[in-house]
Nanobody, 120 residues
Framework: QVQLVESGGGLVQSGGSLRLSCQVS????????IAWFRQAPGKERRFIAA????????TYANFAKDRFIISRNNAKRTFDLQMRSLRPDDTAVYYC?????????????WGQGTQVTVSS
């Protein structure tokens, strides 16, 4: 089984930056890619970005391409999400999720989430 723990959330002013981190632990043969999602109050969970353990070419949602960067540290088993030029509508709970295999259609394992609040 794979465990995921997010950190780095908090309160930031509009225009500021935050760096979230996802610590991955557990079985190394049950993780193919890690993604970041977010869920704002009253809204559906939304995909932000994803990256596999071996590729240097991440995938981004259109809204995230200009301001968010996902990165990976294989030695530490972490996936970070660097966010800049934050706006109040970026306020959400941010989750990292694990896709177990190349053939998986969904992300099967989820962290507890970390709250990001952007004040105007």
């Amino acid at each position: 089984q794979v465990q995921l723990v997010e950190s780095g959330g908090g309160l930031v002013q509009s225009g500021g930056s935050l760096r979230l981190s996802c610590q991955v632990s557990g079985r190394t043969d049950e993780t193919y890619a890690i993604a970041w999602f977010r869920q704002a109050p009253g809204k559906e969970r939304r995909f932000i970005a994803a990256m596999t353990w071996v590729s240097d070419f991440p995938t981004y949602a259109n809204f995230a391409k200009d301001r968010f960067i996902i990165s990976r540290n294989n030695a530490k088993r972490t996936f970070d999400l660097q966010m800049r030029s934050l706006r109040p509508d970026d306020t959400a709970v941010y989750y990292c999720a694990n896709r177990r295999t190349f053939g998986s259609e969904n992300y099967e394992d989820w962290g507890q989430g970390t709250q990001v609040t952007v004040s105007s």
